[in-house]
T-cell receptor, first 115, second 115 residues
Framework: GEDVEQSLFLSVREGDSSVINCTYT??????LYWYKQEPGAGLQLLTY?????DMKQDQRLTVLLNKKDKHLSLRIADTQTGDSAIYFC???????????????FGKGTKLSVIP | EAGVAQSPRYKIIEKRQSVAFWCNPI?????LYWYQQILGQGPKLLIQ????????DSQLPKDRFSAERLKGVDSTLKIQPAKLEDSAVYLC?????????????FGPGTRLTVL
């Protein structure tokens, strides 16, 4: 079955880099996502990576994908206090066949940024 | 562009009572999702609509949960009767379709507390 695993907590100092890790199980996943959730808010898509890529960079965000190990990571450079939030890794699955795509989420990693 | 709207934002009820949540997706989005997010966990898909048809409701507890999307726009999710374990945030999301890398846009959620 599908399962996405993440560490639950990460604490970093302001200005340092943060690395959030995730493992997934469905080798047929075509897209993998990182979402950010701030307190009391819905999920906001940060970035995604297609499965035929091994790296994607978007300003302060770098996503690394190791498809062989089914390992995904999100690196946030120069972490700011505004980056404090819960970060969810998600994989795209197609349980009902072609034309039906869904997301399976991990439990989220709570990032705390120390000023 | 207006985002996904949900109401109410908060609801407190006693067990065995009924409750309904409403979602208005982004205009033109054909696909609508309802997720349940229990505290400390990632969102879990309950039901997925494509226009006014159900694509997947395999994780919806149909003995007490129901959802509809009349006219393929707004959607309501109902719980009748509620149990203590239904306490969670109920998130609605929408996307243009459910293909390719279509982004799911999330609403702010409805926080349900069952006493």
């Amino acid at each position: 079955g599908e399962d996405v695993e993440q560490s639950l907590f990460l604490s970093v100092r302001e200005g340092d880099s943060s690395v959030i890790n995730c493992t997934y199980t469905d080798s047929s996943s075509t897209y993998l996502y990182w979402y950010k959730q701030e307190p009391g808010a819905g999920l906001q898509l940060l970035t995604y990576i297609f499965s035929n890529m091994d790296m994607k960079q978007d300003q302060r965000l770098t996503v690394l994908l190791n498809k062989k190990d089914k390992h995904l990571s999100l690196r946030i450079a120069d972490t700011q206090t505004g980056d404090s939030a819960i970060y969810f890794c998600a994989e795209r699955i197609s349980p009902a066949g072609a034309g039906s795509y869904q997301l399976t989420f991990g439990k989220g990693t709570k990032l705390s940024v120390i000023p | 562009e207006a985002g996904v709207a949900q109401s109410p934002r908060y609801k407190i009820i006693e067990k065995r009572q009924s409750v309904a949540f409403w979602c208005n997706p982004i205009s033109g989005h054909a696909t609508l999702y309802w997720y349940q997010q229990i505290l400390g966990q990632g969102p879990k898909l309950l039901i997925q609509f494509q226009n006014n048809g159900v694509v997947d409701d395999s994780q919806l507890p149909k003995d007490r949960f129901s959802a509809e999307r009349l006219k393929g726009v707004d959607s309501t999710l109902k719980i009748q009767p509620a149990k203590l374990e239904d306490s969670a945030v109920y998130l609605c999301a929408s996307s243009l379709v459910a293909l390719a890398a279509d982004e799911q846009f999330f609403g702010p959620g409805t926080r349900l507390t069952v006493l």
